[in-house]
Nanobody, 115 residues
Framework: QVQLVESGGGLVQTGGSLRLSCVASGTPFSVNSMAWYRQVPGKEREWVASVLTGHIKKYGDFVKGRFTISRDSVKNTVNLQMNSLAPDDTGVYYC?????????WGKGILVTVSS
C-alpha cells in the first residue's frame, strides 16, 4: 500500500509563490509516474501536471508556464513550484502516484490565493 503525504500549502497573495511537496512511502519500488491534481471551488478535480518515467513533464493548459513539476525518483518525492499565483488557483491540491497500474492519492492540501 502506497501512502502519499502532501505539504507546503497555505495562504499567499496574488502574484506570490508556493512550493508543494509530496512523499510516497510504503513501497520499496520507484513509482512509475507522479502527478498533481487540484479541485477548485465549484469545479471537478482537474489535472495540473505530471512527471513520467524518464522525467518527461507535462502540464495542463491553464498552467501557462507558471508551475514547474520536479521529481526525485530515488526518494519517491514530487514537488510543484507554483509562481504567479492567482485567486483562480485557490483549491485543494492532490498528489497522485501510479505503481504497477494502480493509482494512489494523497488527502490533499489547501492552497488559498488572496486578491
Amino acid at each position: 500500500q502506497v501512502q502519499l503525504v502532501e505539504s507546503g500549502g497555505g495562504l499567499v497573495q496574488t502574484g506570490g509563490s508556493l512550493r508543494l511537496s509530496c512523499v510516497a512511502s510504503g513501497t520499496p519500488f520507484s513509482v512509475n509516474s507522479m502527478a498533481w491534481y487540484r479541485q477548485v471551488p465549484g469545479k471537478e478535480r482537474e489535472w495540473v501536471a505530471s512527471v513520467l518515467t524518464g522525467h518527461i513533464k507535462k502540464y495542463g493548459d491553464f498552467v501557462k508556464g507558471r508551475f514547474t513539476i520536479s521529481r526525485d525518483s530515488v526518494k519517491n518525492t514530487v514537488n510543484l513550484q507554483m509562481n504567479s499565483l492567482a485567486p483562480d488557483d485557490t483549491g485543494v491540491y492532490y498528489c497522485s502516484a501510479r505503481l504497477r497500474g494502480v493509482d494512489y492519492w494523497g488527502k490533499g492540501i489547501l492552497v488559498t490565493v488572496s486578491s
